[in-house]
C-alpha cells in the first residue's frame, strides 16, 4: 500500500529565509507526487506536480520540488518565503494509473516577521 | 478511531442510478468538504459546508448535492449518474485555522 510521511509538524522561518519540508513516501513504482498548499480558510490549491521526466520539478508561488528515487523523497523548497507563504503544505502520491491520492499528514509553516 | 471516515470505499454502479457517498467526522470541526480527484489525479473542491451551511459550491452539474444533517456528517448525493461522474471523491474536515484531514476516497465508476 502507498503512504506519504511528512515528518514535519510544524517549521518555522524567518521572512526571507529559505524553506524545505520533507516529504517521502512508500510505493512500489515509480509514483505520482504532489504538493499542495491550503491557505487559512480555504481550500487545496496544487503547488506542483511529479509525473516523470526531470526530478526537479517548478511550481507555482516560487517553489520548487526534487524527486530523488533513492531517498524516496520529494521535498519542497523555496528559496525565499514570504509572509503569505504562512499555510498548511500537504504532500500526497498517486499510482501511475487508476488508484486514489493518499496524503500526508501536512506541515504547518509559519512566517516570522 | 478513524477522524474522517467515508463510505463507501469502492462504488461501481450503473449510468442513471442514483447514488450517495456518506462521510462523518469525529474531530468536532466546524466545516467539511467535499473535493473531486479527476482522471489527472488533481483535486478540485466541488462544496464545503460550515457548521451545516453551505459556504462554497464551485461549478458542478445540479445532480450532485450535498446534504449535511449536522455538523459532524456531509453526504454526497448524486442523481442520474454519467460516465464523466467516475472518480475518486474524498472528504475532508477542518476547524477554524486548522488544517485539513481528509478520508481515504471513494472511488466511483460508472459504467
Known amino acids: 500500500a502507498q503512504s506519504v510521511t511528512q515528518p514535519d509538524i510544524h517549521i518555522t522561518v524567518s521572512e526571507g529565509a529559505s524553506l524545505e519540508l520533507r516529504c517521502n513516501y512508500s510505493?512500489?513504482?515509480?509514483?505520482?507526487l504532489f504538493w499542495y498548499v491550503q491557505s487559512p480558510g480555504q481550500g487545496l490549491q496544487l503547488l506542483l506536480k511529479?509525473?516523470?521526466?526531470?526530478?526537479l520539478v517548478q511550481g507555482i508561488k516560487g517553489f520548487e520540488a526534487e524527486f530523488k528515487r533513492s531517498q524516496s523523497s520529494f521535498n519542497l523548497r523555496k528559496p525565499s518565503v514570504h509572509w503569505s507563504d504562512a499555510a498548511e503544505y500537504f504532500c500526497?502520491?498517486?499510482?501511475?494509473?487508476?488508484?486514489?491520492?493518499?496524503f500526508g499528514g501536512g506541515t504547518r509553516v509559519l512566517v516570522k516577521p | 478511531d478513524t477522524a474522517v471516515s467515508q463510505t463507501p470505499k469502492y462504488l461501481v454502479t450503473q449510468m442513471g442510478n442514483d447514488k450517495s457517498i456518506k462521510c462523518e467526522q469525529n474531530l468536532g470541526h466546524d466545516t467539511m468538504y467535499w473535493y473531486k480527484q479527476d482522471s489527472k489525479k488533481f483535486l478540485k473542491i466541488m462544496f464545503s459546508y460550515n457548521n451545516k451551511e453551505l459556504i462554497i459550491n464551485e461549478t458542478v452539474p445540479n445532480r450532485f448535492s450535498p446534504k449535511s444533517p449536522d455538523k459532524a456528517h456531509l453526504n454526497l448525493h448524486i442523481n442520474s449518474l454519467e460516465l464523466g461522474d467516475s472518480a475518486v471523491y474524498f472528504c475532508?474536515?477542518?476547524?477554524?485555522?486548522?488544517?485539513?484531514?481528509f478520508g481515504s476516497g471513494t472511488q466511483l465508476s460508472v459504467l
Open positions: 511529479y509525473f516523470s521526466g526531470d526530478t
Open positions: 510505493y512500489g513504482a515509480t509514483p505520482y
Open positions: 475532508a474536515s477542518g476547524g477554524s485555522g486548522e488544517k485539513l484531514f
Open positions: 500526497a502520491v498517486g499510482a501511475a494509473a487508476g488508484n486514489k491520492l493518499t
